[in-house]
Every structure is written in structure tokens, then in C-alpha cells.
């Protein structure tokens, strides 16, 4: 079985942190044959889509380099049974321009994601939908719209639409004499959308990290911010601690599936704070080894025999 990554250079790959090094893996030890594919380097022809990709291997624990790397070649879409498209954010032209061409393939290859659905999603604005599940939210370019909001709530948190890892997030209080200096560096000068969300006093006790599985939970870590920081996300220094599944989790997850479902979306990580969905990470979601660490498991493993039917 040949199976496609679709991600940012392989030497990104972080040893200790990275899930996509985890499905990586767990595909190699069933028997599969991995091919790395770059951003932007699959071609359309009159005969179907070819993949300019490299073969690799993953190195045991035990050696100092992740990979090894072997020959470089062009696989044709029928001879690939699956993609695993990992590319971290932002959801760039790239990233757009690779969704658009995988979505002329016509082989039948299973995708984890679906193109249609990360084209579809933004991790960010996608949630306002639903209104019940998410805090008061506000999303606008409008310095006035912007600062009605922060006086209706005092407190809020500001972020870009396309950030990831915890990247420009602010917390911004009515009496903050900067407010408007951050409501222009986060808008890049009121000419791009922000996310204005009202501030939840739970995000001190940390947000909840729930990985889905064809719409189901298989995993939940508790993510909790430094001393130095109130980002809970581990790029800007958190840390996992255990936590469980609450039925008011469970209530958002249900809700979400059959969304999940019809767009193709198959592994998926939702942020949650206290009773509140804030982010549906879909593009490149992370926290397995984390989950798996700090549990002692390695779930990895039956979800890629699941997925590959394997």
C-alpha cells in the first residue's frame, strides 16, 4: 500500500511532539510504503494526476536522524491508496492551490482530511455557526464594531483568523490604553477580518484539547499555560495534564459529527473552555503524543488500521 504525506519538509518534523510522525509510523510497521509530497508539486495531466514525491523511511527510536530518505519518483493517483494531508497553517495560496488539485484526482484514495473539507473550514470562523456552543463572538475589520464589543464585554480575546500555535493572541480589557494599537496589529490596520471572542474566566484553569476520529473522541489532553504566558497552546509554552470527556463535551462533539462527516473530515482536534467550543483544527491537528505520553497509549496505531482498513 502506498501512502502520501502532504506536509511542510520533513525536516520540520518535531521527534517528540509531532502526530504526523506518529501515523508515519504506525503506517510503516503495517506494511506500508511511505512517499513524502511537497507543497505545490503535484502536476495535471490529460491522464490523471501525477505525484512528484520522495520515499522514506522512519529511523528507530534510537537514531539521531528521523528518516531516511530514498529515491525520488512519480507516482500516478491509481497507484496511491491514501493521503494524509498534514501541512501546518496558515491556509495559504499553497495550501489553496494543493486543495484544488487534489480535488481533480478521480482514483479512488481515502484522504486524511478531505480536501473539499479543509478548503471548506476555517479552524477560526467556521465555529460561528454555531451559536450555542461557541462564547460571544465577534468577527470584524471595523475599528468601531471592534471596540463596541470590547465595551460590552470589557475583557475579550483577539485573534487572527489565520493563526495557529497561539500566534498574536491577545487578551485586551476596556481600560487597556493600547486597545486600538492591538485592534490595528491584529487587523493589519483594519484591512483583514479578527476574531473577537468574550473572555472566559475558565481559560485560566487551561483549554481542553478533544481529538476526533471519524466524529468520535479518541483522545483529550488538557493544555495549561506557563507562568509567563496566557496562551494555553504548547507552541508558546503549555503543558498537557490529563482531563476527561464532560457531557456538555460530549453534547458539542455530537453536534459537530455529522458536519465532520459530510465534508470528510476524519481526524480532527476541537478547543474547548469550560463549556465552550473556541477552534475546529483541521488541517494538520496535533496533541496525539502528548495523549499518548501522558497515558500510556498508543492509539495511533488502531486509527490508521481503521482508516486504511488494515
Same mark, same amino acid.
Given at each position: 500500500?502506498?501512502?502520501?504525506f502532504?506536509?511542510?519538509?520533513?525536516s520540520?518534523?518535531? @521527534?517528540?511532539?509531532?502526530?504526523?510522525?506518529?501515523? !508515519?509510523?504506525?503506517?510503516?510497521?503495517?506494511?506500508?510504503?511511505?512517499?513524502?509530497?511537497?507543497?505545490?508539486? $503535484?502536476?495535471i495531466?490529460?491522464?490523471? #494526476?501525477?505525484?512528484?514525491v520522495?520515499k522514506?523511511?522512519?529511523?528507530? =527510536?534510537?537514531?539521531?536522524?528521523?528518516f531516511e530518505?530514498?529515491?525520488?519518483?512519480?507516482l500516478?493517483?491509481?497507484?496511491?491508496?491514501a493521503?494524509f494531508? &498534514?501541512?501546518?497553517?496558515?491556509f495559504? @495560496?499553497?495550501?489553496?492551490?494543493? !486543495?484544488?488539485?487534489?480535488?481533480?484526482v478521480?482514483?479512488p484514495?481515502?484522504?486524511?482530511?478531505?480536501?473539499?473539507?479543509? @478548503? $471548506?473550514?476555517? *479552524?477560526?470562523?467556521w465555529?460561528?455557526?454555531?451559536?450555542?456552543?461557541?462564547?460571544?463572538?465577534?468577527?470584524?475589520?471595523?475599528?468601531? =464594531?471592534l471596540n463596541?464589543?470590547l465595551?460590552?464585554h470589557?475583557?475579550?480575546?483577539l485573534?487572527?483568523t489565520?493563526?495557529?500555535?497561539g500566534?498574536?493572541i491577545? #487578551?485586551?480589557?476596556? /481600560?487597556?490604553p493600547?486597545?486600538?494599537?492591538?485592534? =490595528? !496589529?491584529?487587523? /493589519?490596520?483594519?484591512?483583514?477580518?479578527?476574531?473577537?471572542?468574550?473572555?472566559?474566566?475558565?481559560?485560566?484553569?487551561?483549554?481542553? &484539547?478533544?481529538l476526533? %476520529?471519524?466524529?468520535?473522541p479518541? +483522545? %483529550?489532553?488538557l493544555?495549561?499555560h506557563?507562568?509567563?504566558?496566557?496562551?494555553?497552546n504548547?507552541? +508558546?509554552?503549555?503543558?498537557a495534564?490529563?482531563? =476527561?470527556?464532560?457531557?456538555?463535551?460530549?453534547?458539542?462533539?455530537?453536534k459537530l459529527?455529522?458536519?465532520?462527516?459530510?465534508?470528510?473530515?476524519?481526524f480532527?482536534?476541537?478547543d474547548?473552555?469550560?463549556?465552550?467550543?473556541?477552534?475546529v483544527?483541521?488541517t494538520?491537528?496535533?496533541?496525539l503524543? *502528548?495523549?499518548?505520553?501522558?497515558?500510556?497509549?498508543?492509539i495511533?496505531i488502531?486509527?490508521?488500521?481503521?482508516?486504511?482498513?488494515?
Open positions: 500500500m502506498n501512502v502520501v502532504l506536509m511542510k519538509p520533513l520540520t518534523v518535531v @521527534k517528540n511532539k509531532d502526530t504526523s510522525l506518529l501515523f !508515519m509510523q504506525a503506517c510503516q510497521m503495517l506494511g506500508c510504503n511511505l512517499y513524502f509530497l511537497s507543497q505545490n508539486n $503535484a502536476t495531466t490529460k491522464n490523471g #494526476v501525477i505525484f512528484n520522495q522514506f523511511s522512519c529511523n528507530s =527510536e534510537s537514531s539521531t536522524s528521523v530518505i530514498h529515491e525520488s519518483k512519480q500516478h493517483e491509481s497507484e496511491i491508496e493521503v494531508i &498534514r501541512t501546518d497553517p496558515p495559504d @495560496k499553497r495550501y489553496l492551490n494543493d !486543495m484544488w488539485v487534489l480535488e481533480q478521480k482514483a484514495i481515502k484522504y486524511i482530511n478531505h480536501p473539499k473539507g479543509i @478548503k $471548506a473550514v476555517n *479552524e477560526k470562523i465555529v460561528s455557526q454555531f451559536k450555542t456552543l461557541i462564547p460571544d463572538t465577534c468577527i470584524s475589520s471595523k475599528k468601531e =464594531e463596541d464589543f465595551n460590552k470589557n475583557k475579550i480575546i485573534k487572527p489565520d493563526g495557529f500555535g500566534e498574536s491577545c #487578551v485586551v480589557t476596556k /481600560e487597556d493600547n486597545k486600538n494599537v492591538l485592534f =490595528e !496589529m491584529v487587523s /493589519e490596520n483594519y484591512t483583514n477580518y479578527v476574531i473577537a471572542q468574550d473572555y472566559l474566566p475558565e481559560a485560566k484553569s487551561g483549554d481542553k &484539547r478533544i476526533l %476520529a471519524d466524529g468520535e479518541v +483522545a %483529550a489532553i493544555r495549561h506557563s507562568n509567563l504566558d496566557h496562551r494555553n504548547f507552541f +508558546a509554552g503549555g503543558i495534564k490529563t482531563t =476527561e470527556i464532560s457531557e456538555r463535551d460530549q453534547h458539542i462533539i455530537n459529527k455529522p458536519y465532520l462527516l459530510k465534508l470528510g473530515l476524519r480532527v482536534g476541537i474547548i473552555i469550560g463549556d465552550y467550543l473556541i477552534e483544527n483541521v494538520s491537528p496535533t496533541c503524543q *502528548e495523549y499518548n505520553q501522558l497515558n500510556n497509549k498508543s495511533h488502531d486509527l490508521i488500521k481503521s482508516w486504511l482498513n488494515l
